[in-house]
Every structure is written in C-alpha cells, then in structure tokens.
C-alpha cells in the first residue's frame, strides 16, 4: 500500500512564501516523475511542476520564476517551493507520482490528498 502525504499549504498574503511537501510512503521500488497539480473553485485540475528520476524539471508559464520544485530520493519525497505567490494561486494542490512498487511491476499513478493553499490579503 502506498501513500502520498501533503503537508505546508495554508493562508498567505500576496508576495508571500510557501513550501509544499510531498512524502511517498508503503512498498515502493522506485519513484519516476513527481509533480505538483492544482485545482481551483470551478476549474479543471492542472499541472504546476515536475520533476523527472533524472532531475529535469517543467513547469506551467506562469508559475515559471516564482516556483521551484525539488525531490529528495532518499526521503521519496518531493517539494513546491512558491514564492511571489499571487491570488491566482488559490487552489487545492496535489501531489502526484509514478511509482514501480515491484522490480517486476508496471508503474501506477498515485495521488496526495490534497492541501488547501489561499493567498490573500
């Protein structure tokens, strides 16, 4: 059983700082990509950032600059830090990973709960 755990989100004013953490947890054999999703009142689920096995990172236009994700293979785990936040960054954020839990096994999608980021004055 694998479990991704969030925890950093909360209620920040404009110009502010956040550091999202992402831990994977449970039978795991190896991690591929890690990414951080959000999703807004009203609005589909999107990608913010990820992060390959091999370090190379992507991320949505208009975070570019202002965020940054990171991973720690040796704690499976996987960071957002936000910076310069803006309202529009008001969201539900997810984490996400592709996860081998077998030598032998295809990779499955796993998801986080979910944390609540809110950015206003």
């Known amino acids: 059983q694998v479990q991704l755990v969030e925890s950093g989100g909360g209620l920040v004013q404009p110009g502010g700082s956040l550091r999202l953490s992402c831990a994977a947890s449970?039978?795991?054999?190896?991690?591929?990509?890690m990414s951080w999703y959000r999703q807004a009142p009203g609005k589909q689920r999107e990608l913010v950032a990820t992060i390959t096995s091999g370090d190379n990172t992507l991320y949505q236009t208009s975070v570019k600059g202002r965020f940054s994700i990171s991973r720690d293979n040796a704690k499976n785990t996987v960071y957002l830090q936000m910076n310069n936040l803006k309202p529009e960054d008001t969201a539900v954020y997810y984490c996400?990973?592709?996860?081998?839990?077998?030598?032998?096994?295809?990779?499955?999608?796993?998801w986080g709960q979910g944390t609540q980021v809110t950015v206003s004055s």
């Open positions: 449970g039978s795991i054999w190896s991690i591929y990509r």
């Open positions: 996400y990973a592709a996860i081998q839990i077998e030598s032998f096994s295809t990779l499955s999608d796993y």
